[in-house]
């Protein structure tokens, strides 16, 4: 059976800052790098959560990636 274990983890917060002139929304992202392997959801969205409260964009998503090494 396979197993997958995290080699990295990195939180990414996606923020729209405007419109294009079709209306669709502009987005940026902020990525942190080095996240804890073992982060929780909570904690991911606390510390999410205090990042936003500094920012004066609208935040769109909060988002965890994962990069796996599948082992045999």
């Known amino acids: 059976m396979a197993r997958a274990i995290i080699a990295t ?3 990414r917060l996606v923020f729209q800052v405007g419109m ?5 929304p502009l987005l940026k992202a902020k990525t942190f ?5 073992l982060a929780t959801a909570d904690q991911l969205l ?3 959560q205090a990042v ?4 004066n964009e609208t935040l769109s998503s ?5 990069s ?3 082992l045999a």
């Open 9 to 11: 983890s990195k939180l």
């Open 20 to 24: 294009d002139d079709d209306g669709k």
């Open 33 to 37: 790098n080095n996240i804890q392997k």
């Open 46 to 48: 606390q510390a999410a």
């Open 52 to 55: 936003i409260n500094l920012s």
């Open 62 to 66: 909060i988002e965890r990636v994962d």
């Open 68 to 70: 796996s090494e599948l």
